[in-house]
């Protein structure tokens, strides 16, 4: 078995005993013997799992882990996120005391340099946002970064952020004494066994029952597959779908450099695409993260015996980094580098890792695709994974790191080759708001794609879908100008949103993922799973969300039911494999219910605006008045020869209807529409307005952190029905709520903001935005998020105490509210 230190050299340990024997039983098999794997096996240890086996191919701490940087920032972009990477830092510096093996934990800091007005905006974004995950983080001068780096250039900084901590750990080492834990505590490791094929048992669900090995077969109650680059290929054996491929990264060493020390924190220069931090001996590692990079071509199978092997250097792909190198570090040279790491990692289509039970099996947890920082998330992940298996459910808000969010077409060969290029380089790329991927684009479009290009649309892209995010002037560039205080487009969304709040608006909303429940035993499963009630008239219309035990949202949707046993399912785009997988979860084998996605199937056209009715009256001889299509309704209709359902939703907060028809017939009806006089709006539009009126939207305010009753969402509970999370429901209720959501309104109209901006009450960080924007409507930027308070919350906490909200490094006083900053008595939808 080898080891590596920190100069990438492997070194033996005797520690692991050869198993001549594979057992044919355990409760649970991990697969990989990296730091990811060993970090999951240390925690079932610690939670008590007994009979827990530890494969490995070849040694532990080879493939991807002996050849990381090693680097451990704790700061992400997300709360649950960071917590992540908080706990990676809790367990490593823990691990020399409980296994007396030392991980090489060293917490230096960190720090990140800003050489560019907006890289500096985003710093100060990010340590506002420090403060509120708990994370110490300190904005200081360019000329201070100096102190940290003796040779540091500085003369194009602005300035720098400073984490204190941050840390490091020698990536070997580190695996070595988590696997030393997890021995201790009666986990088995085995070394030289590959694991070549998933046992399945197909079914409703595919059921993973074990592990077939070049040594034979192990059954088990859980294969944990932490193979990170092998993970993929192990997949496609039983047609699971784990999207990862291997991208190229490089770094060097250098010798030992005057005026280094171990104590230097792992820097980051984001603008040039670099990092670097200081070995024991006094040397660098310089590494680098480019725009763009190369995919490892090896079609769809890593090599087995890819251990400890690296990729051939390549200097000319990193001449240019180093050069970047050479600007900011003074007197760094070629003749300072002693060695090339050209190592290949797992990246993933989004940059972000992935865990949990992959769609629609039982019995696996896939843990990987660390997208570089996998040393950095591991612990944490690996922490969080075995509370994930023992609870059934994630046990904070991971959606976005749910390997469910992806679709089946992100695991093709070709799409991941050119995204994961693009992937690597998003570690240090500007985290613009709204910023879309550029690769691996049109896949999906909806039927009316051509229509929007002829209206000059920018698109944006959604699980693979290409959307109309607003629509240029003609004679302008249809296309994204990001920026931190004002965006291109957004003058041009005000004018969407003036027509929809003025006049009339056409929105193309097809994406929505769409499904057919049916069967006699459908309407007890939705009742089962849904906190409305779905016991209701025929072609009424139920806006529900489906909770978990603990009583949070696993996703919020629209049911119509179409017959007595029939019931159309309507949800958010990014959640047609999730919702389809948890509603089949709970689904009996042997129940008369059939779950059909008819996504792609059924185009949806939605006609809103004070005027929406006039406009639908003048094509169609259906009678749209309150008395006759009330809202919350939906009726079968025909406009200019189309059959559709019509139903009377809104999610921008005016009066309309979303049109619902096969997808074939949409180009027609959008022709009709807008010969009558509705104008295209947009996704970004969209937004704004929902925002505007304060509609929820899951990934925003709804996740599974919150409850019903804390997104202010009760009155969609039906409380004299038994559903799937109820009793927790009613604990809170008697207990009373410790955060809520509130809405905002800023009171100095120069300010943007766009999410993500900490909330202060009576000086004090109480939460963070979870949606905003600049209201075209109020002229004012406005957001949602949730407020934690130590008191049960009353109707008075809000005017007993004075909001403001942090951006750009300012305080800005804000107005606080339940109601929405538009229309709260709901006048407009009613109209």
């Given at each position: 078995m080898v080891q590596t230190l920190h100069n990438n050299t492997p070194v033996k340990a005797e520690f692991v005993v050869p198993q001549t024997n594979l057992p044919s039983q355990a409760r649970v098999v991990v697969v990989g013997g990296g730091i990811a794997g060993c970090g999951v096996a240390y925690q079932l240890a610690l939670a008590g799992w007994n009979d827990v086996v530890l494969l490995e191919q070849s040694s532990l701490a080879s493939g991807t882990t002996w050849h990381s940087a090693g680097q451990v920032g704790q700061l992400r972009a997300s709360s649950a996120q960071t917590m992540v990477n908080k706990a990676s830092t809790e367990i490593f510096a823990s691990l020399l005391e409980d296994t007396g093996h030392d991980p090489g934990w060293l917490q230096c800091g960190g720090l990140q340099l800003a050489s560019s007005d907006e890289r500096l905006y985003q710093l100060q974004r990010n340590a506002a946002m420090a403060e509120v995950f708990g994370v110490e983080a300190t904005m200081i001068s360019g000329e201070k970064c100096a102190q940290y780096y003796p040779m540091l250039n500085t003369e194009d900084l602005k300035g720098g952020i400073y984490l204190p901590g941050d840390g490091r750990v020698l990536p070997g080492e580190c695996t070595i004494a988590l696997a030393k834990g997890a021995m201790k505590r009666g986990v088995k490791i085995i070394e030289n066994t590959r694991c070549e094929a998933l046992i399945v048992e197909e079914g409703q669900l595919k059921r993973i029952t074990g592990v077939k090995t070049n040594r034979g077969e192990i059954k088990a109650d859980w294969v944990i597959m932490a193979g990170n680059m092998w993970m993929r290929q192990m997949g496609l054996q039983a047609e699971i779908d784990i999207p990862v491929y291997p991208c190229e990264h490089h770094y060097v060493i250098t010798r030992p450099v005057e005026g280094i020390t171990r104590e230097c924190p792992c820097a980051r220069d984001p603008n040039a695409g670099l990092y670097f931090r200081a070995l024991d001996d006094g040397g660098l590692k310089l590494g680098a993260f480019k725009k763009r990079s190369k995919p490892w071509q090896i079609g769809d199978a890593v090599p087995d015996k890819f251990a400890f092997d690296l990729l051939e250097p390549d200097w000319p792909d990193f001449e240019e980094p180093f050069s970047d190198h050479m600007h900011r570090l003074k007197g760094i040279s070629r003749d300072d580098i002693v060695k090339f790491i050209n190592g290949p990692e797992a990246f993933t289509p989004d940059n972000n890792f992935i865990m949990g039970q992959p769609f629609m099996t039982e019995g696996l947890f896939v843990l990987g695709g660390w997208n570089s920082a996998g040393i950095a998330c591991s612990g944490g992940a690996a922490k969080y994974a075995v509370e994930w298996i023992e609870n059934g459910g994630m046990t904070l808000d991971l959606c976005s790191v749910d390997i469910r969010r992806f679709m089946p077409f992100q695991n093709g060969r070709k799409y991941l080759q050119e995204r994961v290029s693009e992937v690597l380089g998003l570690h240090y790329q500007m985290a613009w708001p709204g910023r879309q991927m550029e690769t691996s684009r049109g896949i999906r479009s909806s039927a009316l794609y051509e229509k929007h290009k002829a209206h000059n649309a920018c698109f944006g892209e959604t699980a693979g879908w290409e959307r109309p995010f607003f629509y240029a002037p003609s004679g302008e560039k249809a296309e994204f100008e990001y920026s931190f205080l004002e965006q291109n487009w957004q003058k041009w969304t005000a004018g969407e949103v003036k027509a929809c709040r003025?006049?009339?608006?056409?929105?193309?909303?097809?994406?929505?993922?769409?499904?057919?429940?049916?069967?006699?035993?459908?309407?007890?499963?939705?009742?089962?799973?849904?906190g409305a009630d779905i016991d209701t008239k025929i072609n009424k219309t139920i806006y529900t969300g489906l909770f978990n035990e603990k009583g949070t949202f696993e996703s919020d949707l629209t049911v119509v039911r179409e017959s007595e046993d029939s019931f159309y399912l309507i949800t958010a785009t990014g959640q047609q494999m999730k919702d389809y997988d948890w509603i089949t979860r709970h689904t009996p084998e042997s129940a008369d219910a059939t779950l059909m996605d008819v996504t792609e199937d059924r185009a949806v056209l939605s006609v809103m605006g004070p005027n929406s009715r006039k406009l639908l009256e003048k094509i169609s001889e259906v009678d749209f008045s309150n008395e006759a299509f009330p809202f919350g309704t939906s009726q079968l209709i025909e406009i200019a020869g189309i059959k559709l359902r019509a139903i009377r939703l809104s999610y921008v907060g005016e009066l309309g209807w979303e049109l619902h028809l096969p997808s074939g017939n949409a180009p027609a009806l959008w022709d009709v529409l807008f010969e009558k006089g509705a104008r295209p709006i947009g996704n970004n539009a969209i937004s704004a307005m929902r925002i505007e009126k304060s509609y929820r939207a899951y990934g925003h305010e709804l996740s599974p952190d919150e409850t019903p009753l804390e997104a202010g969402l009760g009155f969609a509970v039906c409380w004299e029905k038994d559903f799937l999370g109820k009793e927790a429901l009613l604990a809170q209720k008697e207990t009373g709520l410790k955060k809520r959501m509130i809405n905002f309104v800023l009171e100095d109209a120069s300010v943007k903001?766009?999410?993500?901006?900490?909330?202060?009450?009576?000086?004090?960080?109480?939460?963070?935005?979870?949606?905003?924007?600049?209201?075209?409507?109020?002229?004012?930027?406005?957001?949602?998020?949730?407020?934690?308070?130590?008191?049960?919350?009353?109707?008075?906490?809000?005017?007993?105490?004075?909001?403001?909200i942090v951006n750009l490094g300012k305080t800005h006083d804000a107005i606080a509210s339940l109601s929405a900053p538009y229309d709260p008595k709901r006048e407009k939808v009613n109209g």
């Open positions: 003025k006049d009339v608006a056409l929105l193309d909303q097809s994406t929505f993922a769409k499904y057919r429940f049916s069967g006699k035993d459908a309407l007890g499963i939705l009742q089962n799973l849904c903001l766009w999410g993500s901006e900490p909330i202060l009450c009576n000086g004090e960080v109480c939460g963070y935005t979870s949606s905003a924007c600049f209201s075209p409507t109020l002229g004012k930027s406005i957001a949602m998020g949730y407020v934690k308070f130590e008191q049960k919350f009353t109707a008075t906490f809000l005017r007993e105490n004075n909001f403001a």
